[in-house]
C-alpha cells in the first residue's frame, strides 16, 4: 500500500495555498509498488519502463514538459540585479463536461523553489515566490480555456523549479478527478517525489517559457464477477490503470479507481469505484477486490481478474481500456475472473455498510 498523494509530493490544497505542497496525512489506496504474483512467489521483471525520458515541447498531451518560448518577451525584473520569469500554459486538449467541478474553472497554484523535490526537506521548502488565482476569496476563478499567464519577479536565482497545480471546481484535500499539473514529469505514470522540472532564469532579464498542464481524468470502473468468492465477497475494491498487459515489476500505474467496500456476495450484482487516470492510454485495468480486507496488492482470498494461460499471469485482453484523447471522463466495466486461494487465517469479518 501507498499513500495516494506523495505521488506527487502534494496533499493539503487551502484557499490561501500556503499548504498547497505540504506533507501529506495517510488516506491510502492500493498501488502495486512491484507486481507480485498470485501464488507469492518472486515478480517476473520488465524491460519496459513504460515511457522514456522527459520530452522537451510536446502538445500538451501529458508530459509536463517546459520548453524556451521565443515568442513575445517577458518584461525584465523590477530589480535588475534578479530574474523575472514568465509562464504560457498549455493544457492538454480536453473536453470540459457541464458539471461545476469538471468545466475548466477553479483555482491555481504555482510555486517556485530552488530544488526540484522540495516535499524532501524537512518541514517543506520555502518557495521563492507564488502565484494563486484567485488571489484573495471571492476573486476571479483561474479558466484553463483562456488561460491565464503566470509571473514570478524578484526571482535570485539562475535556475528554478516551477510546480503548478489547477484544481477544477471545489478543492479537495488531495487530488482527484480535475486536478492538474504543470512542471512534472507524468509520462511514466504516477510516481513518489516526481521531481520538478527546471527552468534557467537570467538575472537583469526576464524568462518566457511554455509549460504544458495535464489533468487527472475522472476514471469510472462497473466492477462485477463471474466466479465465486473464497470468503462473503465484500471488502475494499480498487482498479488499476497500468501500462502494460503481463503482471510485472516496473509495469507503471497510471490511474486508480476504488471505492472503500463493495458488496459481491450475491450472483449478478456489480459495484462501481470512481478515480482518476492521466494520460490518453490505452491502459489495462487490474480489479482487486480485498475480501478479508488483509491488503497489499493481489492478497489470499481475494477476487481480481488474471489470465493465467501462459507462463506468468497477464491482465485479460477484455480488460483494455481505450478512450478518446481529450475525453475528461472515462468509463469502463471489467469482472472478477480470478478467485485467489487462502491459507489458513481468521474467517471473512468484513462487511459492508
Known amino acids: 500500500m501507498r499513500r495516494l498523494a506523495p505521488l506527487f509530493g502534494v496533499c493539503a490544497l487551502s484557499s490561501g495555498a500556503v499548504g498547497l505542497f505540504a506533507a501529506c496525512g495517510t488516506d491510502e489506496v492500493v498501488i502495486p509498488p512491484a507486481a507480485i504474483a498470485v501464488d507469492g512467489s518472486p515478480p517476473p521483471t520488465s524491460d519496459s519502463g513504460g515511457g522514456g525520458d522527459a520530452s522537451v515541447g510536446g502538445d500538451g498531451g501529458g508530459d509536463g514538459a517546459v520548453v524556451v518560448d521565443s515568442g513575445k518577451p517577458c518584461p525584465p525584473p523590477t530589480d535588475p540585479t534578479k530574474a523575472a520569469l514568465c509562464i504560457d500554459l498549455i493544457p492538454e486538449k480536453i473536453q470540459f463536461e457541464a458539471a461545476p467541478d469538471l468545466d475548466g474553472r477553479g483555482y491555481l497554484a504555482a510555486y517556485a523553489y530552488d530544488s526540484p523535490q522540495p516535499d524532501n526537506d524537512a518541514g517543506g521548502a520555502t518557495p521563492l515566490g507564488a502565484v494563486t488565482i484567485p488571489a484573495s476569496e471571492g476573486g476571479a476563478e483561474a479558466d484553463l480555456r483562456a488561460p491565464p499567464e503566470l509571473r514570478f519577479d524578484g526571482l535570485d536565482k539562475n535556475r ?108 449478478g450484482t456489480s459495484a462501481k469505484t470512481t478515480g482518476f487516470v492521466v494520460g490518453k492510454g490505452a491502459y489495462f485495468l487490474l480489479p482487486v477486490l480485498d475480501d478479508f480486507g488483509a491488503g497489499g496488492f493481489i492478497p489470499q482470498g481475494s477476487l481480481t481478474a488474471l489470465d493465467q494461460s501462459g507462463a506468468t499471469p497477464k491482465i485479460p485482453a477484455a480488460n483494455k481500456v481505450t478512450y478518446a484523447s481529450d475525453a475528461y471522463v472515462v468509463t469502463a466495466g471489467v469482472t472478477l475472473t480470478t478467485s485467489v486461494p487462502r491459507v489458513g487465517g481468521p474467517p471473512d469479518g468484513v462487511t459492508c455498510p
Open 160 to 267: 528554478v523549479f516551477v510546480r503548478v497545480a489547477f484544481v477544477d471546481g471545489r478543492i479537495q484535500r488531495e487530488p482527484e478527478a480535475g486536478w492538474w499539473f504543470g512542471g512534472v514529469d507524468l509520462s511514466k505514470g504516477l510516481r513518489e517525489n516526481i521531481p520538478i522540472q527546471g527552468i534557467d532564469v537570467k538575472k537583469g532579464e526576464g524568462t518566457r517559457v511554455a509549460m504544458t498542464l495535464t489533468a487527472l481524468r475522472r476514471l469510472q470502473v462497473t466492477v462485477a464477477r463471474s466466479v465465486l468468492p473464497v470468503g462473503n465477497g465484500q471488502g475494499p475494491l480498487a482498479v488499476t490503470a497500468l501500462s502494460q498487459q503481463n503482471i510485472a515489476a516496473g509495469n507503471d500505474v497510471f490511474g486508480v479507481s476504488s471505492t472503500e467496500c463493495a458488496n459481491l456476495s450475491a450472483p
